[in-house]
């Protein structure tokens, strides 16, 4: 098992970033992140994997969030030029493998809402 604490979401207007933190205690996994705006499914943001530290984005995000993680287990993602349909509640995610489908993450952290006002 491994526990999650997100931390770095904010009020932040349209073309600002943000850098949201994700301390992982227990267990090593691949990590990702998720969100889910109000009535909306939960979607795939990024993904980084354990082994190899190779990253996965959804076409909605490529070239404006970056996932990474440092030696001491904390997930980041960095989020430029972000844009009012980025607002959501972010979550970080822990499984085996760097997953796109949020069905198959049995770690949740808390989430941490996101908003990015036009």
């Known amino acids: 098992q491994v526990q999650l604490v997100e931390s770095g979401g904010g009020l932040v207007q349209a073309g600002g970033s943000l850098r949201l933190s994700c301390a992982a205690s227990?267990?090593?996994?691949?990590k990702a992140w998720f969100r889910q705006a109000p009535g909306k499914e939960r979607e795939f943001v990024a993904a980084?994997?354990?082994?190899?530290?190779?990253t996965y984005y959804a076409d909605s995000v490529k070239g404006r969030f970056t996932i990474s993680r440092d030696n001491a287990n904390t997930l980041y993602l960095q989020m430029n030029s972000l844009k009012p349909e980025d607002t959501a509640v972010y979550y970080c995610?822990?499984?085996?493998?760097?997953?796109?489908?949020?069905?198959?993450?049995?770690?949740w952290g808390q989430g941490t809402q996101v908003t990015v006002s036009s």
């Open positions: 980084i994997a354990w082994s190899d530290h190779q």
């Open positions: 995610a822990a499984a085996l493998w760097p997953y796109s489908d949020y069905r198959k993450y049995d770690n």
């Open positions: 227990g267990r090593t996994f691949s």
